[in-house]
């Protein structure tokens, strides 16, 4: 399947812009306490045990992925190009971003579920 | 296509610093925003592995959290502050550019040649950027080791 690339910018844009949302509203979660005591182990549970705020992390995990995986594409790109080198690059940005994504999942669901 | 081939300067003409000269502030953006950008990307990587560990229980939790604990690590963090801020500030810019807006009116191209969109807005912008990321580290500097 070939996506346009005017819609990936867009898609682009778009995790942009809800990333820095989130991200806004992760990092004051912070501080909502003292910065050193919002990353003891057992507030940190606690957050991650409010499913509000672990819904909150798979957006960011997967926008930031999204996001950062397509940047990163766009990089190589620029400095190459030819078919199977553009192939390669793209599968393999896309193989990386999901690798991350269940990778980060696991952690948020298993610590949400109460699994450490 | 040799010549084509010559022209490829890949990481080389990234660092080379007459294009700086040539280019102006307008390069050294795009050259920052791939630089932050990567850099970022190599931080999220670091910091989905760094808080799996708290799936092993709070000693491998508070030992992994020692890590930024430390000037070193104030730094460090500071730093990604800095990249996270300039890359959104200079992605809103682009986004806004890529719009239309701020890139001026179409006119004659007359020598020097100089672009429309290269203008004054366009180049406040980017040292606002710069100077509001400088202001974020400094602030997560504080908040750090205060």
């Known amino acids: 399947m070939i996506m346009r690339e005017s819609i990936v910018m867009k898609i682009h844009y778009g995790t942009a812009l809800g990333a820095v949302f989130l991200v806004a509203i992760h990092i004051m979660m912070r501080m909502t306490m003292d910065f050193h005591d919002s990353l003891q182990y057992e507030n940190v549970i606690a957050n991650y045990e409010m499913i509000g705020y672990a819904i909150l992390l798979e957006l960011i995990l997967i926008l930031i992925s999204v996001h950062g995986f397509n940047g990163l594409r766009v990089i190589l790109l620029e400095m190459r190009q030819g078919k199977s080198y553009e192939k390669g690059v793209t599968y393999g940005c896309i193989a990386a971003m999901v690798v991350l994504v269940a990778y980060g999942s696991r952690t948020i669901i298993m610590t949400n579920m109460g699994m450490v | ?146």
């Open chain 2, 1 to 146: 296509m040799e010549k084509e081939n010559n022209a490829k300067e890949g990481i080389k003409g990234w660092i080379n610093p007459a294009k700086y000269g040539k280019f102006g502030i307008e390069r050294f953006a795009w050259i920052l925003m791939r630089i932050t950008g990567l850099g970022l990307l190599a931080y999220f990587i670091g910091h989905i592995y760094e808080t799996s560990s708290i799936l092993n229980g709070p000693a491998a939790w508070e030992s992994v959290l020692e890590l930024t604990q430390t000037t070193e690590g104030h730094i460090f963090l500071s730093l990604v502050i800095g990249m996270c801020v300039f890359h959104t500030g200079n992605g809103i810019r682009l986004m806004l550019v890529q719009m239309g807006y701020g890139i001026g009116k179409p006119a004659r191209p007359d020598y020097p040649y100089k672009p429309q969109s290269l203008n004054m807005k366009g180049k406040a912008c980017i040292y606002a950027t710069i100077g509001i990321a400088a202001l974020a580290m400094w602030y997560g500097i504080t908040v750090m080791f205060g």
